[in-house]
């Protein structure tokens, strides 16, 4: 079974560094590309970036551009997330993704980690 | 703002069928293949769709999608209370990284 596993949830404050995890399992890690996606309370879906596991080929969408950075370690099947100053405005729920069709289309998801960032 | 264009809601009784419209553009949806995503509350976005027609293992045929143009759409039909969620499309565009997604569309079973 072709799964991605998320870390868990998060309580932080303002100014805060944060590295969030998402580990696959059940197929070849570095060679499909894998998304970050954010999603606001109450509000939809934003792709944050992409990354390639095999080169660690990574791109960032505009708006998160120098906001956040996306790695991965593909020895142990994992991409991560990391903020050097948490805002409050990072409050959201974070997925992890894998692009498994064509034109990115997102095949697997985990389970989300939920990120809150408060005085 | 997004930039693929989705009607914020639509309803319909069971049983009844819907649809939900995806509005892009050339450097899109006109150039890309259209995925299809379920949220249901609490939980994790599902792929229903994708490349524009295709259903994974495990979708009810119920949910079907098509793409013309610069607009795909996703439709359901025999409308359940199990599907009372938000739904998002989703594609590249040649001029940004990564994904793009639309404002998603909730789907209310009267």
């Known amino acids: 079974e072709v799964l991605l596993v998320q870390s868990g949830a998060e309580v932080k404050k303002p100014g805060e560094s944060l590295e969030i995890s998402c580990q696959g399992s059940?197929?070849?890690?570095?060679?499909?590309?894998i998304a970050w996606v954010r999603q606001m309370p109450g509000k939809g879906l934003e792709c944050m970036g992409i990354i390639f596991p095999a080169d660690s080929d990574t791109r960032y969408s505009p708006s998160f551009e120098g906001q956040v950075t996306i790695s991965a370690d593909k020895s142990i099947s994992t991409a991560y997330l990391q903020w050097t100053s948490l805002k409050a405005s990072d409050t959201a729920i974070y997925y992890c993704?894998?692009?498994?069709?064509?034109?990115?289309?997102?095949?697997?998801w985990g389970q989300g980690t939920t990120v809150t960032v408060s005085s | 703002q997004s930039v693929l264009t989705q009607p914020p809601s639509v309803s319909a009784a069971p049983g009844q069928n819907v649809i939900i419209t995806c509005s892009g553009s050339?450097?899109?949806?006109?150039?890309?293949?259209v995925s299809w995503y379920q949220q249901l509350p609490g939980t994790a976005p599902k792929v229903l769709i994708y490349?524009?027609?295709k259903r994974p293992t495990g979708i009810p045929g119920r949910f079907s999608g098509s793409k013309s143009g610069t607009s795909a759409t996703l439709g359901i039909t025999g409308l359940q209370t199990g599907d009372e969620a938000e739904y998002y499309c989703g594609t590249r565009d040649n001029s940004l990284s990564g994904v793009i997604f639309g404002g998603g569309t909730k789907v209310t079973v009267l």
């Open positions: 050339v450097s899109n949806i006109g150039s890309h293949y």
């Open positions: 993704a894998r692009s498994g069709f064509s034109d990115h289309g997102l095949d697997v």
């Open positions: 490349e524009n027609k």
């Open positions: 059940g197929y070849s890690f570095p060679t499909s590309w």
